[in-house]
């Protein structure tokens, strides 16, 4: 049974950091990409980061970057998402999900971790 497991999420300063982690089981992590993605109240589910299958590509939407660092750990079957200088607009529900290697399509998530950042 394929489960992803976020971890990491709580409360933060505005400026400050957290790092979000996603464990997975049930399937060939290596193979997959792995993406964060983020929902606020009220609003669609957005990219964040992603990580390529192999771990050598990073994508990043335009509001994290130099920010926000993505990273895998294939013998943990743990991905990362390191958040520094935190804004508030930065709160929301975090979730990370798993793309087949060659897929489009993000077929496995999480269940989310609440991020909530302060001023």
């Known amino acids: 049974q394929v489960s992803l497991v976020e971890s990491g999420g709580g409360l933060a300063q505005a400026g400050g950091s957290l790092r979000l982690s996603c464990a997975a089981s049930?399937?060939?992590?290596?193979?997959?990409?792995v993406g964060w993605f983020r929902q606020a109240p009220g609003k669609e589910r957005e990219f964040v980061a992603a990580?390529?299958?192999?771990?050598?590509?990073?994508y990043y939407t335009d509001s994290v970057k130099g920010r926000f660092t993505v990273s895998r750990d294939v013998g943990k079957n743990t991905a990362y998402l390191q958040m520094n200088s935190l804004k508030p607009e930065d709160t929301a529900v975090y979730y990370c999900?798993?793309?087949?290697?060659?897929?489009?399509?993000?077929?496995?998530w999480g269940q989310g971790t609440q991020v909530t950042v302060f001023s």
């Open positions: 049930g399937l060939p992590w290596n193979s997959y990409t």
């Open positions: 999900g798993g793309r087949r290697r060659g897929s489009d399509d993000y077929i496995y």
């Open positions: 990580i390529s299958w192999s771990g050598t590509m990073a």
